[in-house]
Structures are given as C-alpha cells and as structure tokens.
C-alpha cells in the first residue's frame, strides 16, 4: 500500500508495544521499527500507610475513562460477588466521563447496577477530573487495582503507565495493550468476565506474600520504565538519527 511504502523509508517509526513491531512487520516494515515503551507516572501522591489486613474489609481500585471497554460492569458484579460470598468489600473507582456517547451510557449502565444491588455504601464512583497527585493519593489507600478491559483498538495503555507506580497489585485482562508490563501484573483471560475476576482477586487475597511481591514488581516496572529512563531512550534514538 501506498502508507507502508512511505512508512518503510522514514529514519524511524516508535512504538509502545511488541504487538504494533508485529503488526508493521505484517506490511513488510522491519528496519525502522523502534520499540520504546510508554513511559510509567512516578509516583505523586501522599502514602496512606495502608497494608491490607484479611481481617477488615478489602479494597478495590480502578481508574480511566467510564467506557465500555474499561470493565467497571465487569467490576461491579465481582464487588457484588465478593460480598455475597462473605467477603466485605467496597470499591474506589475514578473513572471520569468522557464525551463519546457511549461514556454516558456506560455511567447510566453502572449506576443502575449500583442501585439493583444496594451498594451505594460500597462504591465511590468519581466521575471529576483529577490530578495526577489525587489519582496516586486516593488509590494508594486500596488493596488491588483492577483493569477488566473487555476488548480494546487501544495499543498501549496509558492507564496502566498511571497506575505502576503506585505499587500495588494489579489484575488486568490478557491484552496485548499490557501486553509489555505482563510479568508485573495478575492476568485473567480476554475478554474479561466477572466470575474471573472474583476468582483472581478471592485468590490474591488468600496469599498476602503474592500480593505484596506484586505490589514490589508494579513498583519496579514503573522505575524500569521511568520517565528518565524513556527520555534517555528517546534522546539516545534522535542522536543517532543526527549522526
């Protein structure tokens, strides 16, 4: 095609995720093909000091646009799951609306759910937008974040990048946007389902040694993948175009 043509005799061509090197290789495109991961946010906000006890209710964290896609239905139903089964828990969820349709929907979708089921006192769904030091802030005081993506076209995920290095254990679909920070996160199977994710964080909880050796892994991916370590990629990719 006319676009890989052109896209074959540029100097370089970055991309965030194995996945896209694989696709452009599918047009004939390997030579000026970079690998650069997205860079992880370090970390911005207050400690809460908090280390999850089995003992006291468990808390859940998600984060990223009120979308379909993102799984906060998928959520939902675990967070509903959980407390039936005997396991008090309660869910933070900063997920602002975005101005797609779908996004409003998708809010109307969940509240109803949230509503059906009685757990307002469960829930705190924030759709305002935050800084990046209320973000770290609010979800530092969870136990396990959780992003159930169904299906996405995203390659990368820039939510993710946010969430590292917070240090927490993360459980995540299998996709290939996360593909890149795989070994640091707990994966269930694409597209995600509830009664997945209830069995994935029903058995975290049961081996705190696991979640805080993950916890430790999220955190030392966002420090391999740091902002300075990215811009040093980078800076060290123009410079040799320069030469």
């Not at 992880?40 to 809460?48: D, E, V």
């Not at 757990?119 to 396990?144: C, F, M, N, P, Q």
Request: net charge negative; glycine share 6%.
């Amino acid at each position: 095609s006319h676009a890989a043509d052109a896209l074959k005799k540029v100097a370089a061509i970055i991309v965030h995720e194995k996945h896209d090197v694989e696709r452009l290789a599918g047009f004939g495109i390997t030579g000026n093909v970079v690998l650069i991961p997205h860079a992880a946010m370090p970390f911005k906000g207050q400690r809460s000091g908090r280390v999850f006890n089995p003992e006291t209710e468990l808390k859940i964290g998600t984060f990223g646009f009120l979308l379909p896609h993102k799984g906060l239905e998928v959520t939902l139903t675990a967070l509903h799951s959980l407390n039936y089964r005997g396991i008090p828990t309660s869910l933070t969820a900063l997920c602002s609306i975005h101005p797609d349709p779908s996004s409003q929907a998708a809010y109307d979708r969940v509240t109803d759910l949230i509503s059906r089921w009685d757990l307002t006192s469960k829930v705190r769904l924030d759709t305002g937008y935050k800084t990046v030091e209320e973000i770290h802030t609010e979800l530092d005081d969870v136990d396990i974040l959780v992003l159930p993506y169904t299906e996405t076209e995203e390659s990368s995920s820039g939510v993710l990048a946010m969430l590292l290095g917070i240090g927490k254990p993360i459980i995540a679909t299998d996709l290939a946007i996360f593909s890149g920070s795989k070994d640091a996160l707990i994966t269930i199977p694409a597209p995600a389902q509830s009664e997945d994710l209830t069995t994935a964080i029903s058995e975290l909880i049961s081996n705190p040694n696991l979640m805080r050796e993950k916890g430790r892994t999220a955190a030392q991916r966002a420090l391999d993948i740091s902002w300075g370590a990215i811009g040093q990629k980078t800076t060290d990719l123009y410079q040799s175009l320069l030469v």
